[in-house]
């Protein structure tokens, strides 16, 4: 079946505009994730979804950044005013109900300028 | 905070010369240890989960252990295909902290 998948594989934008890096999870999956992943290091939690509400946000960097699951399958994640120290790999992984196993996306590689 | 040190950060080795690699955490409370395998470029993808001291889990090449501080990944001859970063984790289903990974180079 049909993994996670994140589109753009790449976004390129300058510094202050707005991007939006969307996340198709697994079908039936209930829980999605969010994570921001720099260069040589582990990824950093962002948010978490269990259906449609955000269950902790608390990895959020500042009020930039915002994601949203209205349906319970497909998660946005938004980030406002972008700065150059936003550039990182975006990854995005979710997880049958009731499991712990994460199933990750190949990640959006956003680079602000 | 939970957290998570790997280490060695890079560890290159033979067509079969076995080693391990190590993941030290503190927690409050273990609600799961977690292995991926992370090659260039894509995103991780999930080995093993370790829920308590003592436990082991077996996968090919490699063997995840449990003890109550630290959890070791052991790759017995391993093979160049092997080659990747291999990142710990620790959580539960809400959040999960990663280690900053072990990148683990086989030469043929």
């Known amino acids: 079946g049909a993994g996670v998948s994140q589109t753009p594989s790449n976004k390129v934008t300058e510094k202050g505009k707005y991007v939006e890096l969307r996340c198709d999870p697994i079908s039936g999956h209930t829980a999605l994730y969010w994570y921001r992943q720099s260069l040589g290091q582990g990824p950093e939690f962002l948010i978490y979804?269990?259906?449609?509400?955000?269950?902790?946000d608390s990895g959020l960097p500042n009020d930039r950044f915002f994601a949203v699951r209205p349906e319970g399958s497909v998660s946005t994640l938004k980030i406002q005013r972008t700065e150059r120290g936003d550039s990182a790999m975006y990854l995005c992984?979710?997880?049958?109900?009731?499991?712990?196993?994460?199933?990750f996306g190949p990640g959006t590689r956003l680079t602000v300028l | 905070e939970d957290q998570v040190t790997q280490s060695p950060e890079a560890l290159r080795l033979q067509e079969g010369e076995s080693s391990s690699l190590n993941c030290s955490y503190t927690?409050?409370?273990?609600?799961?240890l977690f292995w991926y395998r992370q090659d260039p470029g894509k995103g991780p993808e999930f080995l093993f989960t370790?829920?308590?001291a003592g436990e082991e889990k077996e996968k090919e090449r490699l063997k995840a252990t449990l003890t109550k501080k630290e959890s070791f990944l052991h790759i017995t001859a391993p093979k160049p295909e092997d080659s990747a970063t291999y990142l710990c984790?620790?959580?539960?289903?809400?959040?999960?902290?990663f280690g900053s990974g072990t990148k683990l180079n086989v030469k043929p």
């Open positions: 992984a979710s997880s049958p109900r009731g499991s712990n196993e994460q199933f």
């Open positions: 370790l829920y308590s």
């Open positions: 984790a620790v959580g539960n289903f809400n959040k999960f902290y």
């Open positions: 979804f269990q259906g449609t509400g955000a269950a902790d």
């Open positions: 927690v409050s409370g273990l609600r799961g």
